[in-house]
């Protein structure tokens, strides 16, 4: 396993930080919406930066330079948008950071430090040990080992180790509720995904990379609360909706979009984190929604395949020629 604290040991030993800022595109930018959140929620000395890596290169932050860590990921380490994002940063002074699943990429080369991230239950491989998990390491200890926040980081040390218990037995446990969500949203044209804090961005990541990517299946992200600012006039009994809980502050936020749709919608379906075993990890664990609700999705995104015989693989422009 990758030793998180004693890059980011290395990194202040050497330099001045006042900056951790987070790039990539896709999935690889859905899972550094949690690190960006817990230093905007827990830091009072870190800026931070959270944006895609073609935007980062054309209309880069002006609070990047050599005072900052740069976090980029690509899983095969070759999206050539987040290669161009990681040398920008190193021109700008930055220390940067690449998550990758493979090795020998054009993303390593560029890179002071790689961290080979593994995909959580694949040859045993832990919670601890998947890129969301070692993207929200880099920002607690980078914020601890500057500030100080004993309570907060002990906390989330100890989230992650539950994790790596609480992520497989509800991969188990949503089976039932997963068959279930196959069977009823199968023949939807449009679904639409919902959610606040960290879980948003596991809705954003679902709408992106799951349903319109992988299913070819209209789709948009809400936020719980805008959706009474506009989005809710499209509700109808059959609209289809899918609703990340958060298990954080954001809860209340959450229950007041579910009031409404319980109301005047049939075709709803909620994930709640509580049911699984999310609320082991106490006042942190919304800083864990995003990863916890992308893991246990995987579960409704392969029943959904196999019910709609569209397998996850299946794509009509992505890598079939230069775009």
Same mark, same amino acid.
């Given at each position: 396993?990758?030793?998180?604290?004693?890059?980011?040991?290395?990194?202040?030993?050497?330099?001045?930080?006042?900056?951790?800022?987070?790039?990539?595109?896709?999935?690889?930018? &859905?899972?550094?919406?949690?690190?960006?959140?817990?230093?905007?929620?827990?830091?009072?000395?870190?800026?931070?930066?959270?944006?895609?890596?073609?935007?980062?290169?054309?209309?880069?932050?002006?609070?990047?330079?050599?005072?900052?860590?740069?976090?980029?990921?690509?899983?095969?380490?070759?999206?050539? +948008?987040?290669?161009? *994002?990681?040398?920008?940063?190193?021109?700008?002074?930055?220390?940067?950071?690449?998550? +990758?699943?493979?090795?020998?990429?054009?993303?390593?080369?560029?890179?002071?430090?790689?961290?080979?991230?593994?995909?959580?239950?694949?040859?045993?491989?832990?919670?601890?040990?998947?890129?969301?998990?070692? &993207?929200?390491?880099?920002?607690?200890? *980078?914020?601890?080992?500057?500030?100080?926040?004993?309570?907060?980081?002990?906390?989330?040390?100890? *989230?992650?180790?539950?994790?790596?218990?609480?992520?497989? *037995?509800?991969?188990?446990?949503?089976?039932?509720?997963?068959?279930?969500?196959?069977?009823?949203?199968?023949?939807?044209?449009?679904?639409?995904?919902?959610?606040?804090?960290?879980?948003? &961005?596991?809705?954003? +990541? +679902?709408?992106?990379?799951?349903?319109?990517?992988?299913?070819?299946?209209?789709?948009?992200?809400?936020?719980?609360?805008?959706?009474?600012?506009?989005?809710?006039?499209?509700?109808?009994?059959?609209?289809?909706?899918?609703?990340?809980?958060?298990?954080?502050?954001?809860?209340?936020?959450?229950?007041?979009?579910?009031?409404?749709?319980?109301?005047?919608?049939?075709?709803?379906?909620?994930?709640?984190?509580?049911?699984?075993?999310?609320?082991?990890?106490?006042?942190?664990?919304?800083?864990?929604?995003?990863?916890?609700?992308?893991?246990?999705?995987?579960?409704?995104?392969?029943?959904?395949?196999?019910?709609?015989?569209?397998?996850?693989?299946?794509?009509?422009?992505?890598?079939?020629?230069?775009?």
């Amino acid at each position: 396993m990758y030793d998180v604290k004693k890059t980011i040991s290395e990194i202040l030993a050497n330099k001045e930080i006042t900056n951790v800022s987070f790039t990539g595109c896709g999935g690889s930018l &859905a899972c550094f919406y949690a690190p960006y959140y817990y230093i905007t929620r827990e830091s009072k000395k870190l800026s931070t930066n959270y944006g895609n890596a073609n935007e980062f290169s054309h209309d880069t932050p002006a609070n990047v330079g050599e005072n900052s860590i740069v976090v980029c990921a690509s899983r095969r380490g070759n999206t050539p +948008q987040t290669v161009e *994002a990681a040398k920008k940063a190193k021109e700008l002074g930055a220390t940067v950071i690449a998550l +990758q699943l493979e090795e020998g990429t054009p993303l390593e080369e560029v890179a002071d430090y790689t961290i080979q991230f593994k995909d959580t239950g694949a040859n045993g491989a832990l919670y601890e040990e998947s890129k969301s998990a070692y &993207a929200l390491a880099i920002a607690y200890e *980078a914020v601890h080992q500057l500030e100080g926040n004993d309570a907060a980081y002990e906390a989330m040390v100890n *989230a992650m180790a539950k994790m790596n218990e609480i992520v497989p *037995a509800a991969k188990v446990a949503v089976v039932p509720e997963a068959v279930k969500f196959s069977v009823d949203y199968n023949k939807d044209d449009i679904i639409y995904t919902m959610g606040t804090g960290t879980a948003w &961005a596991a809705a954003q +990541q +679902q709408t992106i990379c799951i349903f319109m990517e992988m299913q070819w299946i209209n789709s948009s992200v809400i936020h719980c609360d805008e959706f009474f600012n506009g989005p809710f006039e499209i509700t109808e009994k059959d609209t289809a909706y899918l609703l990340l809980k958060s298990t954080g502050k954001t809860r209340a936020v959450d229950e007041r979009a579910i009031a409404f749709l319980n109301k005047f919608n049939a075709h709803t379906t909620i994930i709640d984190g509580f049911d699984y075993g999310m609320q082991e990890l106490g006042e942190v664990s919304a800083y864990f929604d995003h990863s916890f609700y992308s893991e246990i999705l995987g579960v409704y995104n392969n029943l959904l395949a196999d019910r709609r015989q569209h397998p996850l693989s299946w794509r009509k422009y992505m890598w079939k020629f230069n775009y």
